[in-house]
């Protein structure tokens, strides 16, 4: 399934990221900016594992090589897929035209 775009751009997500930090609450961030208090708590945790604050999760850019990572494996798992199928059709067909012309 395709990602979706995010509803919530950067910008936003880093002045209300700014404003929990300065001491605001995460409830009334999420009243008043509509964001799940969920969701901003995930968006604060974020930028302090980015910031080196906290070191229990990836990084937003080992995330993003995760993601990628996973993605070429799945690519190449199916060009494995692929070629072990069309080597085994060359192979079967090799066998019947070689018994064919041996007749």
């Not at 969920?38 to 850019?61: F, N, P, R, Y």
């Amino acid at each position: 399934m395709p990602r979706t775009r995010n509803p919530h751009p950067a910008e936003f997500r880093e002045q209300i990221i700014a404003l929990a930090k300065a001491g605001h609450s995460v409830e009334s961030l999420a009243r008043e900016f509509e964001p799940y208090v969920a969701m901003i708590h995930g968006w604060v945790k974020q930028a302090e594992i980015d910031g080196g604050l906290c070191d229990d999760g990836l990084t937003s850019a080992e995330r993003d090589e995760l993601r990628r990572l996973r993605k070429e494996n799945r690519r190449l798992r199916t060009e494995r897929d692929i070629l072990s199928k069309a080597a085994a059709w060359f192979a079967a067909n090799d066998v019947k035209s070689f018994r064919s012309s041996n007749s």
